[in-house]
């Protein structure tokens, strides 16, 4: 199981897609990296983020994963991973690339496409049914 936000109060806060495959199986691989409970992890479809979260819509959440840091701000997408490659020690090597300076575009553009196919990675889940009917469209 994930820690959840309410068991590390302290540690900053991942929502992510819990009805996506890919997106379980990258926290599951950050919450192993992460052994001094920096972070925790809540889908974007529990009410908790809703209630904790109200500036943050189900639509923007559904685009791209967020990370509250611990003052309270929200980073999104490329640069929530950003802030996490210089959370976990086992991520230098990804947080050297993604802090080359004006690149963040580029990788915000690289999310983005990763973020719109991620139910098609995972199709033989049911996820594809649930969000795009019977097959996944075609870009």
């Not at 540690?11 to 199986?25: K, L, M, P, S, T």
């Not at 479809?45 to 611990?70: C, G, N, W």
């Not at 980073?75 to 300076?101: C, N, Q, Y």
């Amino acid at each position: 199981m994930l820690p959840i936000p309410t068991q590390y109060p302290n540690a900053e806060v991942v929502i992510y897609d819990g009805d996506c495959q890919f997106c379980r199986r990258q926290v599951k691989r950050l919450n192993r990296w992460d052994g001094k409970q920096r972070l925790s992890y809540i889908s974007l479809h529990d009410k908790f983020v809703a209630s904790e979260y109200p500036e943050l819509t189900k639509d923007e959440m559904m685009q791209a994963m967020y990370l509250i840091d611990r003052k309270g701000k929200p980073h999104r997408g490329a640069a929530a991973l950003r802030v996490i490659s210089r959370r976990l020690p086992k991520l230098w090597l990804l947080a050297l690339l993604l802090h080359i300076p004006f690149t963040l575009p580029i990788w915000s553009w690289v999310y983005r496409q990763i973020a719109k196919r991620r139910y098609r990675l995972n199709c033989d889940t049911g996820a594809c049914e649930i969000h795009y009917g019977k097959k996944p469209p075609r870009d």
